[in-house]
């Protein structure tokens, strides 16, 4: 494929893939995603006490192991 302007190589070889900044945005949004989705999850089991009871049934699994 040919550039639509001479300089066009030497701009794009001089800074860079435009591809390259739009996947670091996608690797960044979807970072932001699972943080969000990782908020929600610890204020839900905070709030339902579901930490408290996942926390007693590992205990209570163990204790009957050993």
């Known amino acids: 494929?040919?550039?639509s302007h001479p300089l066009t190589p030497v701009v794009?070889?001089?800074h860079g893939s435009?591809?390259?900044g739009q996947a670091t945005a996608?690797?960044?949004l979807v970072l932001l995603g699972a943080a969000a989705i990782a908020l929600l999850l610890v204020a839900w089991a905070t709030q339902t006490g579901?930490?408290?009871r996942l926390l007693d049934a590992i205990?209570?699994?163990?204790?009957?192991?050993?």
């Not at 205990?59 to 050993?66: A, F, G, N």
């Open 1 to 3: 494929m040919q550039p």
């Open 12 to 14: 794009t070889r001089a």
């Open 18 to 20: 435009p591809q390259r």
């Open 26 to 28: 996608e690797y960044a």
């Open 50 to 52: 579901a930490v408290g």
């Open 59 to 66: 205990l209570q699994s163990i204790l009957d192991r050993v």
